[in-house]
């Protein structure tokens, strides 16, 4: 099963989990004629109720996925690594978006950064610092920010980016230009469009805000009965989803899904696919 698929398939499994739901994929038309666009997924619950999916990758913002790629090369061995936990507490690295450059051997800047922080981490407490890394062919700060966790915890060690640029209302257009069309043209009793956010760069209510700022351009929003977003950061590592309702009502549904149990969680006070 393809990734897209697997992921739309987690969604309604975190769905029927949650909310006592039957839903299953009946079909993948994107897959049944390919010389046709068409939507992703049609799934049906027992009662025979239909629900169209289609499912896009929302890049914070244009050249993102490049940008990622070369971060992780660089600096993604130090997600999680065991030499830079500090006991107690969550700790970010921080990077700024575009701060990997081409043309640098990427391996090496890896280990020049966790030589140094792996120093610094234990005798930081909370906060945010900033850190100038040294011995490189380039200039290289990140932030470190740590903070303390409940004791029920585990302890974290995470990688993300900031300061990208502003495009990401003309990456929520593009994709709702490709989108919609498929989705309206798919007869079903809802209709679903689920968008992925895989980075750790935007959030949720700036995307809710793009597609609010851009509803006057596309007025086939009025027939997508649900927006939902998935949160695919911690997908591979941990094996977790997280999934988050952008429309009809923002954050109102809020699912965690571990994908090995299917065991699903939620912060929210609706049940279910909204009926009619």
């Not at 499912?55 to 660089?74: I, N, P, S």
């Not at 079903?188 to 609010?212: M, P, Q, T, W, Y």
Request: one cysteine or more; charged letters at 30%.
């Amino acid at each position: 099963m393809k990734r897209d698929q697997q992921l739309v398939s987690h969604f309604l499994t975190a769905l029927n989990r949650q909310y006592g739901a039957s839903f299953k994929v009946l079909r993948w038309p994107d897959e049944e004629n390919r010389q046709t666009p068409a939507v992703e997924a049609v799934a049906s619950d027992a009662n025979g109720e239909t629900v169209a999916i289609e499912h896009t990758l929302v890049q914070a913002f244009e050249g993102e996925r490049e940008d990622g790629e070369r971060l992780m090369k660089a600096v993604g061995e130090l997600e999680g690594h065991a030499d830079l936990m500090k006991p107690g507490y969550n700790v970010n690295i921080v990077v700024r978006v575009g701060a990997i450059p081409k043309g640098i051997k990427w391996d090496v800047i890896g280990e020049r950064v966790k030589e140094q922080i792996e120093k610094i981490i234990p005798i930081r407490g909370e906060g945010r610092t900033e850190e100038t890394i040294g011995g490189l062919p380039l200039a290289l700060s990140i932030t470190l920010d740590i903070w303390a966790h409940d004791s029920s915890e585990t302890d974290h060690v995470w990688l993300s980016r900031y300061e990208g640029p502003d495009t990401l209302k003309q990456v929520v257009r593009t994709a709702l230009a490709r989108k919609l069309p498929k989705l309206i043209a798919e007869k079903a009793n809802r209709r679903i469009l689920l968008l992925e956010k895989a980075d750790f760069v935007r959030g949720h209510s700036e995307i809710r805000k793009a597609i609010d700022a851009l509803a006057p351009d596309f007025p086939q929003l009025a027939q997508v009965d649900e927006i939902w977003l998935a949160i695919t950061t911690c997908w591979d590592k941990e094996d977790t989803l997280f999934f988050c309702e952008l429309s009809p009502n923002v954050m109102d549904r809020r699912l965690t899904l571990n994908v090995n149990t299917s065991l699903t969680t939620a912060l929210g006070q609706w049940v279910g696919i909204r009926s009619a």
